[in-house]
T-cell receptor
Framework: DGGITQSPKYLFRKEGQNVTLSCEQN?????MYWYRQDPGQGLRLIYY???????QKGDIAEGYSVSREKKESFPLTVTSAQKNPTAFYLC?????????FGSGTRLTVV | AQRVTQPEKLLSVFKGAPVELKCNYS??????LFWYVQYSRQRLQLLLR??SRESIKGFTADLNKGETSFHLKKPFAQEEDSAMYYC????????????FGKGTKLTVNP
């Protein structure tokens, strides 16, 4: 069954901690993306990667980091530098702009 | 800079009534436009793209370059159309990243 898997579904983080959100796809897509979804804000691009071992910053990359060591995986780390990390995070992959989205991870800072 | 504007945060219609979700964009090049939909408790998914000029679930959208608009229309709304709708834009000639609008929540009342 092809698709994108995000884990965990819910994540709680203490202030000052780094956390990593997982995104795995078995669609053989080259490009992968991380978006942040906030109420009334729509989707804002954090980072994207068009090929293995390469990635670019999106519009709101500060406080986040990514890696793309494998085609299938594009993990996102939310660092302690991110001032307002509580949000819903969406991962997507695409062969050509017709994105396939994961089910999301809701991160809450406690 | 690329920008997508969805002027209505909320839109409410009655079942059987026509519905139009507005989308305006700002881009100097040749854009590719999309509509994505997120039903309650489901993943964000592609509804339609202007290049394919198709009708999905009774919805159509025409790209109007003169008015820089890509409004989504359906002649007779159904209750199952209630969802969050996002308009998105991509640069055809460059990277595959999408810029999303802030979304319109459509409610179709019985």
């Amino acid at each position: 069954d092809g698709g994108i898997t995000q884990s965990p579904k819910y994540l709680f983080r203490k202030e000052g901690q780094n956390v990593t959100l997982s995104c795995e796809q078995n669609l053989n897509h080259d490009a992968m993306y991380w978006y942040r979804q906030d109420p009334g804000q729509g989707l804002r691009l954090i980072y994207y990667s068009q090929i293995v071992n390469d990635f670019q910053k999106g519009d709101i990359a500060e406080g986040y980091s990514v890696s793309r060591e494998k085609k299938e995986s594009f993990p996102l780390t939310v660092t302690s530098a991110q001032k307002n990390p509580t949000a819903f995070y969406l991962c997507a992959s695409s062969p050509s702009r017709g994105y396939t989205f994961g089910s999301g991870t809701r991160l809450t800072v406690v | 800079a690329q920008r997508v504007t969805q002027p209505e945060k909320l839109l409410s219609v009655f079942k059987g009534a026509p519905v139009e979700l507005k989308c305006n964009y700002s881009y100097s090049g040749s854009p590719e436009l999309f509509w994505y939909v997120q039903y309650s408790r489901q993943r964000l998914q592609l509804l339609l793209r202007h290049i394919s000029r198709e009708s999905i679930k009774g919805f159509t959208a025409d790209l109007n370059k003169g008015e820089t608009s890509f409004h989504l229309k359906k002649p007779f709304a159904q209750e199952e159309d209630s969802a969050m709708y996002y308009c998105a834009l991509s640069d055809q000639g460059g990277s595959e990243k999408l810029v999303f609008g802030k979304g319109t929540k459509l409610t179709v009342n019985p």
